[in-house]
T-cell receptor, first 116, second 109 residues
Framework: DVKVTQSSRYLVKRTGEKVFLECVQD?????MFWYRQDPGLGLRLIYF???????EKGDIPEGYSVSREKKERFSLILESASTNQTSMYLC???????????????FGPGTRLTVT | KQEVTQIPAALSVPEGENLVLNCSFT??????LQWFRQDPGKGLTSLLL?????REQTSGRLNASLDKSSGRSTLYIAASQPGDSATYLC????????FGTGTRLQVFP
């Protein structure tokens, strides 16, 4: 069974804080993704990575950065948290390669982040 | 630009009914289509993946079909149970995964 874990289920941070969200997968997947999910807007892709030390911007990268130092771990960083970054954050992974891959994405349990 | 629509947005049915959830997409140039289930406050659980060359996939009481040319997929749930209550999301894969906004299903005893 694929397992994708996220470091926190719930997180409360103050405006201006630097926030780290961690995601770990145990299936040796090359691809990892960060999404945010908001009511009425659905899931939106923030960043993704096809390999260690590689990263690509998704649809809404502003205000976020990522780090992939090891294959199994993909971190999302909010450099200076703002209230409009209050959301559910979901990490996902999939196996092999390129953007055209038809492989299944597996999701973690999500982190509900509240910025006050 | 790919758009994914799910109808209905919400559905409430009595236990035991067979039901169909619909997903439509505007660009048929996809690699696959994936159906997910999401329980309140939780992550997404993958239910079925249909590759673009396939017409359907089955898993237990679930059957998903894909008609790429018409831009449609359906998720059929047989003999629904209260435990099936959740939001069901479809997503199509081209250069990235594009999600619909989901159908919220409630199955009451």
């Amino acid at each position: 069974d694929v397992k994708v874990t996220q470091s926190s289920r719930y997180l409360v941070k103050r405006t201006g804080e630097k926030v780290f969200l961690e995601c770990v997968q145990d299936m040796d997947h090359e691809n990892m993704f960060w999404y945010r999910q908001d009511p009425g807007l659905g899931l939106r892709l923030i960043y993704f990575s096809y390999d260690v030390k590689m990263k690509e911007k998704g649809d809404i990268p502003e205000g976020y950065s990522v780090s992939r130092e090891k294959k199994e771990r993909f971190s999302l960083i909010l450099e200076s948290a703002s209230t409009n970054q209050t959301s559910m954050y979901l990490c996902a992974s999939s196996s092999s390669g390129l953007a055209g891959s038809g492989n299944e994405q597996y999701f973690g349990p999500g982190t509900r982040l509240t910025v006050t | 630009k790919q758009e994914v629509t799910q109808i209905p947005a919400a559905l409430s049915v009595p236990e035991g009914e067979n039901l169909v959830l619909n997903c439509s997409f505007t660009d048929s140039a996809i690699y696959n289509l994936q159906w997910f289930r999401q329980d309140p406050g939780k992550g997404l659980t993958s239910l079925l993946l249909i590759q673009s060359s396939q017409r359907e996939q089955t898993s237990g009481r679930l059957n998903a079909s894909l008609d790429k040319s018409s831009g449609r997929s359906t998720l059929y749930i047989a003999a629904s149970q209260p435990g099936d209550s959740a939001t069901y999301l479809c997503a199509v894969k081209a250069d990235k995964l594009i999600f619909g906004t989901g159908t919220r299903l409630q199955v009451f005893p």
